[in-house]
């Protein structure tokens, strides 16, 4: 059965992935990877002999950057002509492109397109791969943690990319709020946290409030596009500038040096959180044509790191009085912060969020780690192995429905506390109107441009009638994931309506279908 | 003559209003704007003025000067707002420090409800009686008003409806009752908690519209058709949208020939004032002009923001609006909101009996119903 096999707590990271296990006597356990590290990179080489994942994929960095993947999440259900997704796409050392239905792809120089759900389902067949030596059986079964502003698409397309990879998502659990868990929250006194989520690409802020086992998410923010690799681009930036210069080579257009200048800077950023200077050495930045190869060194200061990055720390604040706003908290009544990802090691960072909240904040110990614990604990929750915890969350954003060319109308409110229901009504216009079409977006403006569009669904083999006499009823679930469920009926008789989708973001089931089986076998 | 106007000025926070009254009026009652209409002299306009607890008040004023503006369809006008009384300032005063934040000690938790555990060993152990007693529970929460459902007064306050939700979810939450791998039980479950998380929502919303709390758990910012709060009146729910975006600043109220007292909005549930409105709206209700008769209501509930028989009659009002054009099932839930506001209404119940019965309505059974 498949329920009897055992489950596991993912952290599908930007940068790298965790995944981590309850033990029998209840405490939590990261596994590692065959070269026994607990975190896997969220890297996908596709190198000349096929796919490299994680470690190994590195290399691929090195040699072939326009062939390696990295930061695919951030790519994970977004609409190519999304204003972040044309600058990342000048930034990347691989190539994006869009899908014909408007998603974004990444386009690999062999001529082959892969989507982000690919890639990403790639990196977590290889979570899948460890729990599997681990257990020394197969695992099929996760609670995946995504950011808590993921909207309906990119849910979904940490779904399908979970499919790809073989496992059925019992779950979908929020960062900050895994991270909440993670932490303990639920053992200790009940506290108002705010939890502050900076890892390599997301920035994830959530006001959630612990009571007697229940953890109550009052709102959700974050800035989609910030993390770890802007402050990386930005040192970037400056070393570019530095290296024409110093050693006179205008590198720009050189995507094998600079990501090789992108390394050495994320390494001199990982040392200057714990130093107040360092040196940044590539030892082989370019070749001559003679072949002699130039090297680069630069002494760096925190201070001049910090400088860099002022414009990454600036964006830190917006989120976190969002999410009090929202919260409908001021800033005392939040009793402790939680620091969690990577970035948060950086001293800078703590000193923003300890500005902007007034008060000390309070680093988790294991910040890379803390989140996958917490999607473990939350599978042993889901099968009843650990009782007494309650998560309840709320609708990051808010639902639309519009038809034709009419404004869009909010069925569902953001911060409304899921699972959740509304239905809307639709009638039709002309005599023996064969189907009934909808849009459904997700986001809170009436204008469409502001909202991102979800899907456009038809309700069909409506019953011959006169205008007006058809009613459809269609109801609107939001889950306790967060996802979307529609179903639609004929008012008057009840009876349940075939419901088809005309349009959709994301992959086809089909594709879906095809490429789980694919990398089944490949294997 | 000309209808009166509504403008609508909404200030998000008490330093807005203050600046409002202090600085933008001149000599604390004259208020130049430009707006989107033609003001004949000496009409009469009302003033919706939006504060920050999403109280409005209604303040009376007359149009003292008027010149268009060369090339452009707005106006601008000098407005004299006598309905701007000392009464209303200190009103308005009154409010503002009322919720003005009290420091709290840094580290004191927050009040809460008193503690409730999960509560999901509550219910029996045997599936069967389990799933009884959950298809039970469904059918009544079905058909309940959104205070039963979560089991507390009609006047609750913000506490006490935060634990009537949480002490529900803490019992029917379908992560709860998962563990017993019974998917027809898991589902009751989720069905159960969407009804419970809905009442919590509609609940908590109506409190916040209705300035009574600032804020039950998150903010939430009820869709149209929520039938609660001034949200739905100022926005004009109902209209259609291209209708309600061309008015997005300004509402027209058709003239009410009743005068308007100052615009401190009566307390207490007896002789809530208002009731010219009420036969005013009720005769155009009866004479199947529902949409102007949810203008009228709209505007009187500007005046008097807590008169249940007022708010009852505007969901009255949408109701009939809907019957109209065919929706059975909003003039439903209209019905429903009117009733859970003031059970009195008797016009609520009548038609909700009769579209329970009938489905549609026509004009005669509109007019009995209005008698
Ligand atoms: N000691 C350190 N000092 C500064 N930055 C660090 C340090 N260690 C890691 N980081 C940065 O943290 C980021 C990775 O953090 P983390 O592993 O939490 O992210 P992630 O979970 O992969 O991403 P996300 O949560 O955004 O999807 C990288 O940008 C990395 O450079
Ligand atoms: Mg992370």
Redesign the interface.
Known sequence: MS?RTPAVGIDLGTSNSVVAVIDKDGSPRILTTSEGSMTLPSLVWYSPDGPVVGEAARDGLDHSPELTIFGAKRLLGRRFDHPEIRRLSRLLPYELTEAPNGDTWIALASGKQVSPEEVCGRVLFELRRMAEAHFGGPVTRAVITIPAWYDAAQRQATKDAAQIAGISVMRLLSEPTAAALGHGAHRG????YLVCDLGGGTFDVA?VDV????F?V??TTGDQFLGGDDVDRLVVEHLLRDVKNTIGFDITSDTLAIERLRLAAQKAKHELSTDASTTLVVSDLLQLPSGKSVGYSKPIQRSELEQWAARFIQRIEAPINEAL????R?K??I?DTLLVGGMTRMPAVVREIQRVLG?EPKMVDNPEEVVAVGAALEVA????RI??I???D?AAR?LLVSTGQ??C???????????????R?F?TRQEDQPRVEFDVWEG?S?ESEKNRHLGRFAVVDLPPAPA??V?V?VEL?L??DGTVRLSASE??SGERMQLEQVFHSGLARADVARLARQLAEAT | MAPSRTLHVRCTTWEQVETFHTRKLRRGKLLSMKVPFAATLGSSVTLGLELPNEVVIAIDGTVRKSSPIEGDTKTWIEVELHGFTDEVVARIRAMAAGVEPVPAEPDAPPERPSKVALASEQLPVDERQLFHHLTTELRRMRQAAVHEVLGVERDADADQIRLGWMTLVRKLHPDLVARRKAPAITHLAEELTILVNRAYDRLRAALVAEGRANVVGSVVRPPPGWLVGFDDLASGAGSDPARRRAQKAVVTIPPVNEAAPSAVGAQGSGGQGGEAFETRARTMLQEGDPDTAQEVLAAALVVYPRSKPLRSLYYVASAVSALGKGEIMLATSQLEAALAHYEGCSEAARLLEHVRQHGQTDREALRRVFQ
């Not at chain 1, 706003?325 to 409908?328: E, H, P």
């Open positions: 329920d006194v009940d506290r108002n006001a009571e007697g086992g229940t109550e009052l709102a706003a929202r919260a409908g001021r005392e009544a009793q008060k929750r889901l099968e009843g009782e007494g309650l998560l309840i709320v808010g009419s404004d109308e909010l069925v569902i409110a953001q911060s409304a506390v899921v699972p959740t229901r509304e239905h009504v009638a809170e009436p007006g006499d009613l009823l679930t889950d306790t008012l008057v």
